[in-house]
């Protein structure tokens, strides 16, 4: 199926209907762009991957890389000593951030790729700095509405964790989400 992309109002309605496009009805279409575009190409690409899981990694993991792309070089946390910029301004005695309970924190870095974490910035870096949203990705769209949800709520988990979430639906992502998130509680109770 060639999708025609000439003008704006084309790219427009090509994006109303992603929602569509992923849906079973075009489980067997390819589709295909009339012509190159980079931001579509990748919105092609995943409707175009059948397989549930390789499109669900593909869809997460160039996300992340288009996040780590646009946040390379920039402090947004503004982060001083180990401690962020909501931390300075609170006068608190922790350091690291919003990573400080998480079990995958490592000396102040992340070793795994979150997307909802990549995507959370409180209030204090909101006033200063612009910040990409779910608005303004167009191929987080290509996830179902449930998926979407699942990985705005899945913080403080491995990208291998969240892609299984994701993979094995709503009921037992809730159970293990539900669970991860109790331990991640107890862990920050400890630390207060
Ligand atoms: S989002 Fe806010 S609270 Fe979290 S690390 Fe950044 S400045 Fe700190
Ligand atoms: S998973 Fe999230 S909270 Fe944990 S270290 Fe990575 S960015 Fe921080």
Same mark, same amino acid.
């Given at each position: 199926m060639v999708i025609k992309i000439d003008n704006d109002k084309d790219i427009i309605k090509f994006k109303k209907r992603i929602p569509l496009y992923r849906t079973?009805?075009?489980?067997f279409t390819k589709f295909k762009l009339n012509k190159d575009n980079k931001e579509l190409n990748e919105i092609i690409t995943a409707l175009n991957i059948k397989k549930r899981k390789n499109r669900i990694t593909y869809i997460y993991q160039t996300l992340c890389q288009k996040l780590d792309n646009y946040y390379q070089n920039k402090n947004m946390c503004e982060f001083i000593d180990g401690k962020c910029l909501a931390q300075r301004l609170s006068k608190s005695d922790k350091i690291n951030g919003c990573c400080r309970i998480c079990k995958y924190q490592t000396n102040g870095l992340c070793p795994t790729k979150n997307l909802a974490c990549k995507l959370f910035y409180c209030d204090a870096v909101y006033k200063k700095h612009k910040v990409i949203t779910?608005? !303004? $990705? !167009? $191929?987080?769209?290509?996830?179902s509405p449930l998926q979407r949800f699942m990985v705005k709520s899945d913080?403080?988990?491995?990208e291998k964790d969240v892609i299984n979430d994701l993979y094995l639906g709503i009921f037992i992502a809730t159970i293990r989400v539900s669970f991860r998130f109790i331990k991640t509680l107890i862990r920050h109770r400890k630390n207060i």
């Open positions: 079973f009805i075009f489980r779910y608005k !303004d $990705l !167009d $191929l987080f769209k290509c996830f913080f403080f988990t491995s």
